[in-house]
C-alpha cells in the first residue's frame, strides 16, 4: 500500500491487559510520529523516531507506555496494565525527511477502549 | 497543552460559501501547517505555510500567517458537501536539527450543507 498502515483499527481490552499497537510506515519515510487523539481534541504528541532512534519520548504520559523501531521502518507502541483514561485513537505519522518542515502522513489510527 | 487554538470551534455553512477558520499560537514557529480529519480517520495534509511566507494558496484554499500577531487563518473558497470534516492547524519549532514535532490545536468542525 502507498500510506501508512495501522493495525488493528480497533481494540478493545480489560483493564490491566498489555496492548500492542502497529504502525507501518511509508517506505523509505525516515521520520515516524505516535500521536494520542482524544474525543473532539487534537492530536497530542507521544513519540518520535528518526529511523530506528528514539529521539523524542517527553510525551508519553507514563512509563506504562513504550514505542520501539527497531529496524528503521515498522514501529509498535507498547500500552502496559492499561488504564481507563488511555481509551483514545493512536495515530501514526511518517515524514520523509527528518526536518520538520515535511507534511506528515497519518494512517487512520487504532481506536482503543479500555472497559 | 495545545500550542494552537483554532476558531471557531465549530462552523456550518451551504455549499457555495466561503468557510474562513481562523488558528492563534503562543510561541516562536518555524512552519504552520493545516491538516483535515474525516471522522473516523487519519489527518490529510492540506498546505504547510513557513514562518517567512504571509500568504499561500493551494486550489480553493487560501492560508495567511501574521506571526507578529501569532495567528493564521485557512479560507475554503467555494464550499462543497465533500469539505466537511474537522480542520486543525499545526505549529512546529525547530529545536534542533532533529526535531520533528507539530502541535495541533483542537480544530474546528466544518459542516457544508448541500
Known amino acids: 500500500g502507498a500510506g501508512v498502515s495501522q493495525s488493528p483499527r480497533y481494540k478493545v481490552a480489560k483493564r490491566g491487559q498489555d496492548v500492542a499497537l502497529r504502525c507501518d510506515p511509508i517506505?523509505?519515510?525516515?521520520?515516524l510520529f505516535w500521536y494520542q487523539q482524544a474525543l473532539g481534541q487534537g492530536p497530542e504528541f507521544l513519540t518520535y523516531f528518526q529511523n530506528e532512534a528514539q529521539l523524542d519520548k517527553s510525551g508519553l504520559p507514563s512509563d506504562r507506555f513504550f514505542a520501539e523501531r527497531p529496524e528503521g521502518s515498522v514501529s509498535t507502541l507498547k500500552i502496559q496494565r492499561t488504564q481507563q483514561e488511555d481509551s483514545a485513537v493512536y495515530l501514526c505519522?511518517?515524514?520523509?525527511?527528518?526536518?520538520?518542515?515535511?507534511?506528515?502522513?497519518f494512517g487512520d489510527g487504532t481506536r482503543l477502549s479500555i472497559l | 497543552s495545545q500550542q494552537g487554538e483554532e476558531d471557531p470551534q465549530a462552523l456550518s455553512i451551504q455549499e457555495g460559501e466561503n468557510a474562513t477558520m481562523n488558528c492563534s499560537y503562543k510561541t516562536s514557529i518555524n512552519n504552520l501547517q493545516w491538516y483535515r480529519q474525516n471522522s473516523g480517520r487519519g489527518l490529510v495534509h492540506l498546505i504547510l505555510?513557513?514562518?517567512?511566507?504571509r500568504e499561500k494558496h493551494s486550489g480553493r484554499l487560501r492560508v495567511t500567517l501574521d506571526t507578529s500577531k501569532k495567528s493564521s487563518s485557512l479560507l475554503i473558497t467555494a464550499s462543497r458537501a465533500a469539505d466537511t470534516a474537522s480542520y486543525f492547524c499545526?505549529?512546529?519549532?525547530?529545536?534542533?536539527?532533529?526535531?520533528?514535532?507539530?502541535?495541533f490545536g483542537d480544530g474546528t468542525t466544518l459542516t457544508v450543507k448541500p
Open positions: 505519522a511518517s515524514s520523509f525527511f527528518q526536518t520538520g518542515d515535511q507534511p506528515q502522513h
Open positions: 499545526a505549529t512546529a519549532t525547530f529545536l534542533n536539527t532533529n526535531a520533528g514535532k507539530s502541535t
Open positions: 517506505s523509505g519515510h525516515v521520520s
Open positions: 505555510i513557513r514562518s517567512n511566507e
